[in-house]
């Protein structure tokens, strides 16, 4: 269409819906703006948290593997102490084994030679008896002779 032929009025009306359809265009567009701005900011905050999170997750991740790692150390450290301790219960058992062993062979040789002892002191009491009865039988038959 051409202007021209329009009459002023209504070229006036046409282009004033078409100022006041850039008005209300250009406010929208600078509402827009502002809300793009406020998303952008959002974006970017959730961005900077995103990134701490995903710090703070590897980090974690580390120490949980580090923590792994310090518990099978642990659990050979309780795996090797069992087994030095059931070899050292063993070792301590035989020794008591043996020290008993050992006393009981101190008390049997000890009886021996308290029995070997005995036997000795009553034959050699007997032996003195002996004697002694000899010598007192010699002494009588002297002391007989002397008297008859």
């Known amino acids: 269409m051409q202007v ?25 567009i600078l509402e827009l ?3 793009n701005k406020k998303y952008e900011l959002t974006v970017k905050q959730l961005e900077s948290l995103h990134s701490k999170d995903s710090e703070y997750n590897g980090e974690m991740e580390r120490q949980v593997a580090q923590s792994k790692t310090q518990v099978q150390r642990l ?26 062993k050992q006393v009981n062979g101190l008390r049997k040789r000890q009886e021996q030679g308290q029995n070997e002892q005995i036997d000795y002191l009553e034959k050699e009491n007997t032996r003195l008896v002996k004697v002694s009865l000899e010598q007192f039988c010699v002494y009588c038959s002297i002391v007989f002779n002397v008297i008859s």
């Open 4 to 28: 021209g032929y329009l009459p002023a009025a209504l070229v006036n009306v046409v282009l004033s819906e078409q100022v006041n359809g850039f008005r209300e265009s250009k406010n929208r």
């Open 75 to 100: 659990e050979q450290v309780v795996s090797t102490m069992k087994e030095a301790e059931s070899r050292l219960r063993i070792e301590k058992d035989t020794e008591i084994d043996n020290l008993s």
């Open 33 to 35: 703006e502002k809300e």
